[in-house]
């Protein structure tokens, strides 16, 4: 089998497996551990968005342990550690229990999805990694479409609590074989022969004015998709929507994700990052902006959704390849995973944020109105990111050694 093809291979499992019960899973699963151990949303909830907080922070070590270990060892061990947090989640009784599965879980996270499986997949396939990952999100765009009913049905047989367990063995009967399964990585001086560049340090990606605009930017942009990816439904409601209209609508979002990068791994497959996600970061505020103006009307919300789902669809593959075109191959697992950290916290921020706003009275206009704005601030500071030359330095500038 080809290696490329067998990477994606792996990959594409232990994806659907890691997203599916690290990320999906819980909203299915948090009503009965709420309701089983009497707990508040608020403890219940911030746990898991503790969780999300720690994949952020541990982001950026590593990213530098994948440029030196590869993703063999690395994801690996996040298997490993995801199983321990998953099997001491089953059995937690206590709030300190629980918080610190979901810690445990937060590390495993940072270890094993999109961020280091793109840095194993740069560091093995330099030249031709973009069309690897975009090949990868799709595939892995389905653990939703999984997930979410098998979850369901784990939960109705044997509880959330024997689910988790599943689910760690899962990890270390599954995942953990296919993770040593990736082999051992090119060298980094491959990588620099490979794309004919060299590539920026860690030290002088973050003192470069791009890197900070760009991760302020995913921040920005990944901060308004996990607001509504909570709230969605009942600022649909809350605009005269009925609960069927909004469910419907709602269930666009999956499948435009993967006709967006369908078409990002067709149509537009020649197409620089850079100008990919122009469009992507555009059409966030614009769904925002037809939802604004026209909210009351079914085409409008339609139209929304469209929008919406394309562009979220698609910027994961920004997120992932943009690093790389940017900034190089060679120390792509630590920039990629400074870059995303803030994002990382974003992401965690966002629905608590807007759960505070509608808490304090605000209409769901309001609300949209205020994501419109930070969808705004997150297209400008990517257009002005990318606008400036390329940062790339090429290989005959790499001094000899």
Known sequence: MNSQWRTIGILACTQIISWGSLYYAFSILAPNIQRELGWSPTLVFGAYSWSLLIAGLVATPIG??????GGQMVMGTGSVVCGIGFFLLSDARSPVAYVTSWTILGLAMGLTLYEAAFATINRKFA???RQAIST???FAGFASTIFWPLTQELNTLVGWRDSYLWFGATQLLVCLPLHLML???QSKSAAVVQTGRRSHTLAEAVRHPAFWKLALAFSANIFVFSALSVHLIPLLQEMGHSARIAILMSMLIGPLQVVGRIL???VARNTAPQLIGK???????AALAVILLFGVQAWAIACFCILYGLSNGVITIVRGTL????????NYGAISGAMAGPALLAKASGPIIAAWVTNQGGTPTLLIAILFGVALVSVALYFSAVGRATLQVTATDVPPT
């Open 64 to 69: 530098i342990l994948l440029d030196r270990h």
């Open 127 to 129: 030249a031709t990694g």
């Open 136 to 138: 990868l999100t799709l």
């Open 183 to 185: 082999g051992r990585e």
């Open 264 to 266: 990002e791994r067709t």
């Open 279 to 285: 469009f992507c970061f555009s059409a966030l505020p």
């Open 323 to 330: 690093p790389q075109a940017m900034f190089g191959s060679e």
